[in-house]
């Protein structure tokens, strides 16, 4: 058998796979999706995935003697109503696939997952990947209106006074602009 091939079993016949097998159907997932990665090391990539609300996430792949490792941040720790702030995201973690919210020390959040090495294939890889870019995609602006209103309304007026773009912070318009007659983030 080759190093990127099936071998032995597991407790209760399960089958193993080598980190060297999961790095092919990593890179083949990746070269498939047409994703270019940072490779620092063997077993390691990072992506960049482009969203739409949170216009690029960072996604690490990690492939470890056992596992895979996806982590991929996903903003800094709130500055105000942190309890809601965590709590909306603790509440989206049961309903999420292979990845979940988790903060670190200082509170900044990530998307985080661990996947067994005999699971990884390159249809996986895609799913994670989606995964990843969808929850962070869909929950980036609801997040921010609740851990960051305060900043989001001082960057609004700040930009407004000198004449610059609001483009990127339209989605905070009806709790930012003062001319929305918004009272507050949902």
Request: charged share 25%; net charge negative; with cysteine.
């Amino acid at each position: 058998m080759g190093s990127h091939e099936r071998h032995g079993t597991g407790d209760g016949g399960v089958p193993v796979t080598t980190a060297g097998a999961a790095a092919a159907a990593v890179e083949a997932a990746l070269a498939g999706l047409g994703l270019d990665a940072e490779r620092p090391q063997p077993g390691s990539y990072l992506v960049r995935l482009e969203g739409e609300r949170k216009l690029a996430t960072m996604t690490w792949l990690i492939v470890g003697t056992h596992s895979l490792h996806v982590e991929a941040f996903f903003c800094r720790q709130p500055d105000e109503d942190r309890a809601r702030f965590y709590r909306f995201l603790l509440e989206r973690n049961g309903r999420m696939y292979g990845v979940h919210f988790a903060v670190d020390r200082q509170g900044d959040v990530y998307l985080v997952g661990r996947l067994p090495l005999a699971s990884v294939t390159a249809d996986e890889i895609d799913r994670l990947l989606g995964c990843v870019l969808t929850y962070s995609d869909e929950n980036f602006n609801a997040a921010l209106a609740i851990g960051f209103a305060s900043s989001i309304r001082r960057e609004w007026a700040w930009r407004v006074k000198r004449g610059e773009s609001l483009a990127n912070l339209r989605a905070f318009a009806r709790f930012a602009d003062p001319a929305s007659g918004g009272t507050g983030p949902e």
